[in-house]
């Protein structure tokens, strides 16, 4: 049997965990972990973290990486970009066609779930081309990337400009607990300042799901920032006035949308913009929660503080996942998710052959799970709700796989 993760976090209840955080108590510190260097401070599942440990000149360096890719991958070509674009549209229209001529017949009760669960995805594929145009691996034109990343955020009310600097910052620091931007583990004293029902959701409601992306935007995540929304120019997420004044123009953009949908609220009713819009919406949220968790919680992947990150080390803990026939439709955003976080200007069209010529350099430091997706989320949302604080000072944490509590 492995030996209880350091300091084991993960043989807290859910509710000690909770209690002692909320009370500004010590967990457990972090210890010397048996195979790594003595002066690491390693929390979670000790076993993982010996096994997996690079220091950061035993890991691939990121122009190694590149060299191995050939080079046409990270050149765009606009017009292909824009064939998936008309892909997706023309896939929606259809949706909405067969909507429109089953509304108020019997054949509506059976066409509805098909409707929301495809228009669901098909919203979410086009978040996905539009985080192309975000990194630029949509087109080489910044104009281009510019134009579609707003009419396409937009369009599912995200913030083209305000969503592309902190998914940026995302991008700069994944894998760094105390400079990553979404899903790293809380530092105690970080999560302790998280107050009254936030701290709940954080532990046992995986965000709220199909809510959690809408209130990320509102308010962004963990307690670094007391002001982080991504639509307000003047939030903390926004640090010179070149970025406040592109924000400026993304959150107008995000307000036509959302005044349109308040007169088609107007006009044909609220129910009507709920069946149509607001469920595939909140379908599309899900499935941007499900897949972005999935990349980066793995149970066995590492997150390191500053002083034990690099840039390849801390990308190289993002997880590549394939979801099925589902897969081509989503713009292979799970099978080649690493590849892409190490190369964000590589389109996505060319992410697989990148990421069969990079897996050999990087060899078992990369990975695949080949979970199937159901499993794996019951599996990552169980280790986060045990594990998603971590001792202050901890220079390695392991996500530990989920465990028995102390009172089994």
């Known amino acids: 049997m492995a030996p209880p993760a350091i300091a084991s976090l993960d043989s807290y209840s859910r509710e000690e965990l909770l209690a002692e955080a909320a009370a500004g108590a010590a967990l457990t510190d972090a210890k010397p972990a048996p195979g790594l260097p003595a002066h690491l401070k390693v929390a979670g599942d000790l076993d993982e973290a010996a096994r997996r440990y690079r220091s950061n000149d035993a890991v691939p360096t990121l122009a190694e990486l590149k060299r191995a890719i050939p080079a046409h991958c990270f050149k765009p070509n606009t017009l292909r970009s824009l064939s998936y674009v008309a892909r997706d549209v023309v896939a929606l229209a259809a949706l ?33 081309l539009a985080h192309d145009c975000g990194h630029g691996s949509f087109s080489r034109s910044k104009t281009v990337n510019s134009i579609v990343g707003h009419v396409l955020n ?81 939030s903390e997420l926004f640090v010179n006035d070149v970025e406040r004044s592109q924000v400026t123009v993304s959150v107008a953009c995000w307000w036509v949308m959302a005044l349109a949908l308040v007169a088609a609220t107007y006009r044909y009713g609220a129910s009507i913009v709920a069946v149509y819009y607001g469920v595939p919406y ?61 190369f964000s200007a590589i389109p996505h069209y060319h992410l697989r052959e990148a990421a069969a010529a990079i897996k050999p350099l990087a060899g078992d430091l990369y990975n695949v799970s080949e979970k199937p997706v159901l499993s794996a989320l019951w599996e990552a949302v169980a280790a986060w709700s045990q594990s998603h604080v971590i001792p202050d000072g901890t220079d390695v944490f392991s996500i530990p796989a989920p465990s028995r509590s102390k009172t089994e």
């Not at 701290?199 to 046992?204: H, L, R």
């Open 96 to 128: 909405y066609a067969g909507a429109y001529a089953t509304h108020g017949t019997k054949a509506a009760v059976l066409y509805l779930p098909f409707f929301w669960f495809f228009a669901g995805l098909f919203f979410w594929a086009l978040f996905v």
């Open 154 to 234: 937009s369009f599912i009310l995200v913030p083209y400009h305000s969503w592309r600097i902190t998914h940026r910052d995302h991008h700069k620091n994944t894998g760094n607990y105390e400079r990553d931007e979404i899903f790293y583990p809380l530092p105690e004293s970080e999560y302790a300042g998280i107050k009254g029902i936030a701290k709940w959701v954080y532990a046992n409601t995986f965000f709220l799901a199909c809510f959690a992306y809408p209130i990320y935007l509102l308010r962004g995540y963990g307690n670094r920032k007391q002001h982080a929304s991504h639509l307000s120019p003047s």
């Open 282 to 342: 909140l379908i599309y949220c899900t499935w941007l929660l499900v897949v972005t968790f999935l990349h980066h919680t793995e149970p066995g992947t590492m997150w390191y503080n500053s002083a034990n990150w690099n840039y390849v080390k801390g990308n190289l803990q993002s997880v590549d996942r394939v979801y099925g026939w589902l897969e081509n439709l989503h713009h292979d955003i799970g099978s080649s998710h690493t590849t892409h976080h190490l």
